[in-house]
């Protein structure tokens, strides 16, 4: 051997052997859970494990027994513990092929890669399942460090266009079945300061802006069938605060209640107790159609609405 053969030999790294393939057993001897760790990962108790083998062991531990825990092989390298586990899982059987394993697996890759049938086990186990507080936190922090790419945006949208008429009657029943504790939680959540300087910094891209235009000219059948049941299952205090919150909200500009007829170059004035559109008159300047309306509006509804100039009925009030 030459030198440099040597040298390439000494100081090539050793591959790692301190794998090992392990079993949990029944008092009885029957093993329940074939693994394959390093260091301490044999005696684990801890939240890695699944539901059916932590169900085991309390089981045998209410029955005043321990499950003990034996080494089947040891150093290995990893390659070789991942055979040797799924060999020793093919000779038990998993309980649900009718074996003696509650593995979730069968070896090898390990959880990384489970079968449809588990994978649907696994989500029927998690449905119903209530999250602690520390969870619910940290799922939030990860939540708001990981951004969601374009692509990921995407397929979210056509996601929620595409939801079956079952999955939006679920989401229906679970708004509308919300705690009394939920709803407050709701009502006295405040935004951020920070968290309001981001929508109001946020601008519409002008195809955005005419995606948002085209669908408010032209709704869809199911849109409108939407808009007209929400409408009809508002509740009467629903309906109240909406009409009171309508008669009391000023106008975008101008005056309430005043509009110019472009083609005269007269003001209009005109009020819609009930729905129904009322002509009041055409007036030389928009303070005087302003003030007809305040009149009819004070007439129909007293101090309960907006007026363009409530000194003028000041004194009528008092």
């Known amino acids: 051997m030459s030198e440099s053969q040597e040298s ?30 390093t260091g301490r990962r044999s005696g684990n108790l801890g939240s890695a494990r699944n539901r059916y083998f932590t169900n085991i062991v309390g089981k045998i531990e209410r029955n005043g027994d321990v499950p003990t825990v034996v080494r089947l092989y040891d150093r290995l390298s990893e390659e070789e513990a991942f055979e040797l586990e799924k060999a020793e899982i093919a000779k038990h059987g998993r309980i649900e092929h009718g074996g003696t394993l509650c593995n979730m697996t069968d070896g090898g890759d390990g959880i990384s890669n489970p079968s449809v049938e588990t994978r649907a086990k696994m989500r029927a186990a998690r449905i119903g399942r209530p999250l602690s507080a520390e969870t619910r ?39 509308s079945n919300r705690s009394q504790e939920t709803r407050d939680k709701i009502s006295a959540w405040e935004r951020t300061a920070e968290t309001r300087a981001k929508m109001s910094a946020w601008e519409r891209t002008p195809e955005l802006r005419a995606k948002i235009s085209l669908v408010k000219r032209n709704p869809t059948d199911e849109t409108r069938a939407n808009l007209s049941a929400s409408a009809k299952n508002r509740s009467p205090e629903v309906i109240s605060a909406f009409l009171a919150s309508k008669l009391m909200s000023p106008p975008r500009s101008g005056f309430k209640g005043a509009y110019l007829h472009k083609p005269s170059g007269k003001w209009v004035a005109q009020i819609s107790p009930n729905g129904q559109r009322r002509h009041l008159g055409t007036f030389k300047t928009s303070e005087e159609a302003a003030r007809a309306y305040d009149a009819a509006a004070f007439a129909e509804w007293g101090a309960g609405c907006y007026l363009n100039f409530p000194e003028d009925f000041h004194t009528t009030i008092q």
């Open 137 to 175: 936190a940290k799922i939030g922090a990860a939540s708001s460090k990981r951004g969601q790419t374009e692509e990921t945006r995407a397929k979210l949208s056509v996601y929620a266009k595409n939801r079956s008429p079952e999955t939006r009657a679920k989401l229906s029943a679970a708004s």
């Open 8 to 37: 390439s030999v000494l100081i090539a790294p050793s591959e790692r052997r301190d794998f090992y393939v392990y079993a949990w057993l029944r008092p009885c001897g029957t093993p329940f859970y074939i693994g394959k760790g």
